[in-house]
């Protein structure tokens, strides 16, 4: 398990835009990077996820890449109010 004990840099807003890790967290995450897989394209388990994600929300009833984008942003204003209630 990665124990990477990363720190954000955020904008003025709040939110993160950056993440500092230490260098020996680095190290580890190349090292765990190296025994798993870059997880790149073209590299066959992230295509296979990818296709399977793909299906499934084809079945959920979002076949298009609009219709994802349209759930996507949907998500983030019900997350948003979920923030803004919690304040």
Not at 4 to 21: I, K, Q, Y
Not at 55 to 65: F, K, L
Not at 77 to 82: I, Q
Request: aromatic fraction near 6%; proline fraction near 6%.
């Amino acid at each position: 398990m990665l124990n990477l004990r990363e720190r954000f840099v955020v904008d003025a807003a709040g939110h993160p835009v950056e993440v500092v890790l230490p260098i020996e967290s680095y190290r580890q995450l190349l090292a765990w990077l190296a025994e798993t897989g870059p997880g790149v394209p073209g590299d066959e388990p992230l295509a296979e996820w990818r296709k399977g994600f793909r299906e499934a929300m084809a079945r959920a009833g979002y076949s298009s890449r609009q219709q994802i984008v349209d759930l996507t942003r949907e998500i983030k204003r019900e997350v948003a109010g979920e923030r803004s209630d919690h304040k």
